[in-house]
């Protein structure tokens, strides 16, 4: 079994005075209503989104966008080329499954993240951090175990297995809707599952 060394690193004007008796009772149940003040760490396309909800015609709530936590904040390049960025993640839980393309633990989860991953998609996202072999070999891990519907992060350099100090395969990284680490480790197949059907709250 081979393993990483890791090393730590006004309201206007009014109208008229003759229109001011006529409108006063409309005007008292249809001002507008005043957005919630920000919060201090939110990006700056919050207060757009919040301006753009109050404008008429436009929907009365647009989804604030989640933070970002330390956790998430990091990007890659998956097995089919794809750019992969975590941040689109947060707000949600996220699992990271660390795997490597000859070990055989890892093709024993293979199934059982291949069954869950589409169920619990839009709750928990599931997501492949392959490394410790070769490009080739991963991609055939993959087809093999039918895992083209998950995100797999092609780590052969292994920054993200140091990053999050993972040194052996198979190991699973459960981080919560929050972005706390929550487990680090390993699981069987029937583990996982209950992990990913607690965190979907079924």
């Known amino acids: 079994m081979r393993s990483w060394h890791v090393r730590r690193w006004p309201r206007r004007a009014g109208t008229a005075a003759a229109l001011v008796a006529a409108l006063l009772g409309a005007v008292s149940c ?4 005043t957005p919630p003040p920000a919060a201090a760490d939110a990006p700056p396309a919050t207060a757009t989104a919040s301006a753009t909800a109050a404008a008429p015609g436009s929907p009365s709530a647009v989804p604030t ?15 089919t080329g794809t750019a992969f960025d975590a941040a689109q993640l ?8 660390f795997w490597a393309p000859w070990c055989a633990t890892c093709a024993s989860q293979a199934w059982t993240v291949a069954d869950i991953a589409p169920k619990y998609r839009d709750t928990v996202s599931i997501v492949g951090v392959a490394g410790l072999g070769e490009q080739r070999a991963m991609k055939d891990f993959v087809t093999e175990f039918e895992l083209a519907g998950t995100p797999q992060i092609d780590d052969r350099a292994g920054k993200l297995w140091r990053r999050f100090k993972v040194i052996e395969q198979s190991t699973f990284l ?3 809707r929050d972005g706390k680490v929550v487990h680090q480790g ?5 583990a996982l599952t209950a992990r990913v059907r607690a965190l979907a709250g079924a």
Do not use: S
């Not at 966008?65 to 097995?79: M, Q, S």
């Not at 390993?186 to 029937?190: A, I, Q, R, S």
């Open 30 to 33: 249809t001002g507008t209503a």
């Open 90 to 97: 947060a707000g949600r839980p996220v699992v990271l499954w």
């Open 186 to 190: 390993f699981l069987d197949g029937e």
């Open 174 to 176: 459960i981080i919560d």
């Open 65 to 79: 966008p989640a933070r970002v936590p330390d956790t998430l904040r990091f990007a890659g390049t998956t097995l």
